[in-house]
């Protein structure tokens, strides 16, 4: 079975690395523009989930970019797939819509939902259920909020929860801190130095995990 190595690179950036295969980039963004270090990564593949600024940046990773794709398809040997939801409750008139994707290795499943900005119905998220990773927004004002996120967290039943697309120290966008997420959470937490997930097997869990690092792989503060 394959390692994989999953960091965090602040706000919606995630970066897969598998072991003998390729490196996966998800919503990059260029730091600077929203008060975060860079984060710069040589990837093979770069997925995007949208094209607003702050999850866009392919320039800080490079390799084949993939825009919003529906559906199944590999990058690699790595199976992807990809789903629609919206950017709002408003079915996308405010902020249009989002991709969210499930990336597959050796039956290991790791789920970044992109900008969701609604719970969606429970048949959309049944290809979601019980994966091993969950990253998703949990910030509010562009997104779901923590009352929100955490409702997807109990029905999809993920193993572990990485939080995406909160206030940190340094950031420009007016969005709510991760402990608005973690005060309205029953999940377990795990506190890490380091925003780095690495798995040679599906996590070894008895129920859902937050994963709280200190601080991204690009060496941002996460907590005030």
């Known amino acids: ?3 994989l190595r999953v960091e965090w690179c602040g706000h919606s950036y995630l970066v897969v690395k598998v072991e003998g295969g390729p490196v996966i980039a998800l919503d990059p963004h260029d730091g600077g523009s929203i008060g975060l270090p860079e984060c710069r990564v040589n990837a093979d593949y770069t997925l995007i989930t949208h094209t607003h600024f702050d999850h866009n940046a392919k320039e800080m990773s490079g390799g084949t970019v ?11 040997d790595v199976k992807v797939a990809g ?29 970044h939902m992109g900008d969701i900005g609604h719970v969606p119905p429970i048949g959309m998220l049944t290809p979601f259920e019980g994966v091993d990773i969950l990253a998703l927004p949990v910030g509010g004002v562009y997104t779901i909020d923590a009352l929100e996120a955490n409702t997807i967290v109990e029905l999809v039943k993920p193993k572990l929860v990485i939080p995406l697309h909160f206030w940190m120290p340094g950031v420009t966008l007016p969005l709510d801190t991760l402990d608005r997420f973690l005060n309205t959470s029953k999940s377990r937490r795990l506190r890490l130095e380091k925003a780095v997930v690495e798995l040679e097997g599906p996590p070894s869990v008895e129920r859902t995990t937050i994963i709280i690092p200190s601080k991204t792989v690009s060496g941002a503060r996460v907590l005030p």
């Open 66 to 76: 993939i825009v919003k794709r529906l559906g199944e398809f590999r990058v690699g």
């Open 83 to 111: 789903y629609k939801f919206y950017h709002d409750k408003a079915s996308g008139a405010l902020r249009g819509d989002t991709a969210a994707y499930i990336i597959e290795v050796d039956g290991i499943r790791i789920a």
């Open 1 to 3: 079975m394959a390692l």
